[in-house]
């Protein structure tokens, strides 16, 4: 069993930079595959990107793809989202997300899902 809670959400302005946070419960936690996505009132929860469990080899969506980077920190069992560039378009409930495979990321199917973090860039 692994829970997560991310935190570092909150307002910012256009251009402007956040780190976010996702603490993982769990003797498990590096066993998993970590993501993020981030969900708008009324669309379907977007796929951001994950972070491999072995190598950390990193994947990104092509939206974030050079503003965003994924990063863990084993011995804190915490991943990380930091964001750069940030546009009124990246607002949105962050969510972090444990799967078993890149693959099952990328069509949603995690195992656990944190909260959501809420993110607003304003113009």
């Known amino acids: 069993q692994v829970q997560l809670g991310e935190s570092g959400g909150g307002p910012v302005q256009a251009g402007g930079s956040l780190r976010l946070s996702c603490a993982a419960s769990?003797?498990?936690?590096?066993?998993?595959?970590m993501g993020w996505f981030r969900q708008t009132p009324g669309k379907e929860r977007e796929f951001v990107g994950a972070i491999s469990r072995s190598d950390s080899t990193t994947y990104y969506a092509d939206s974030v793809k050079g503003r965003f980077t994924i990063s863990r920190a084993y011995a804190e069992n915490t991943v990380y989202l930091q964001m750069i560039s940030l546009k009124p378009e990246d607002t949105a409930v962050y969510y972090c997300?444990?799967?078993?495979?890149?693959?099952?990321?990328?069509?949603?199917?995690?195992?656990?899902w944190g909260q959501g973090t809420q993110v607003t860039v304003s113009s």
């Open positions: 769990g003797r498990t936690f590096g066993f998993y595959v």
């Open positions: 997300a444990a799967g078993l495979s890149v693959d099952n990321l990328r069509i949603g199917a995690a195992t656990y």
